[in-house]
């Protein structure tokens, strides 16, 4: 298991700040859909065809920060992984997170806790 290293170059920072931005609005999304799943589902009339119930809320939001504690995911060249920005963006997002109310879990690639995950929203990281 490779723990993530520190950027070095100019251009692997633009690349984190470019992610943390697309995150955060995938974020965003998660808060929309929080929001809507908070209205409820309408029930079924007997004629309609069946719809699942409503979800739970859990105020509770994975990052799966992708490659990380698995394969490494694509490389720049240079010593720089996938895995070591998608791990970094997720521990940059948590706290914002945590901040507006959210339990946050960041998960490994092939995390164990997804075989029966659940939370309100779960974001993939990945950057190739």
């Known amino acids: 298991m ?3 290293s520190t950027l070095h170059r100019p251009s692997a920072r633009r690349e984190v700040g ?3 931005l697309a995150a955060i609005a995938l974020i965003s999304v998660a808060g929309a859909l929080f929001a809507f799943t908070q ?4 029930s079924p009339s007997p004629s309609s065809p069946e719809i699942s119930p409503t979800p739970t809320a859990t105020n ?3 990052i799966l920060a992708g490659h990380w504690q698995y394969d490494g995911g694509a490389n720049c060249g240079d010593g720089v992984y996938e895995a070591d920005l998608t791990y970094q963006i997720a521990q940059q997002i948590a706290p914002l997170l945590s901040a507006a109310g959210y339990q946050v879990d960041i998960l490994a690639e092939h995390d164990a806790r997804l075989e029966s995950y659940q939370a ?3 974001v993939a990281l990945h950057i190739d």
């Open 120 to 122: 309100d929203a779960l």
């Open 60 to 62: 509770r939001i994975g």
């Open 39 to 42: 209205r409820g589902v309408p």
């Open 18 to 20: 470019s992610a943390l």
């Open 2 to 4: 490779r723990e993530p």
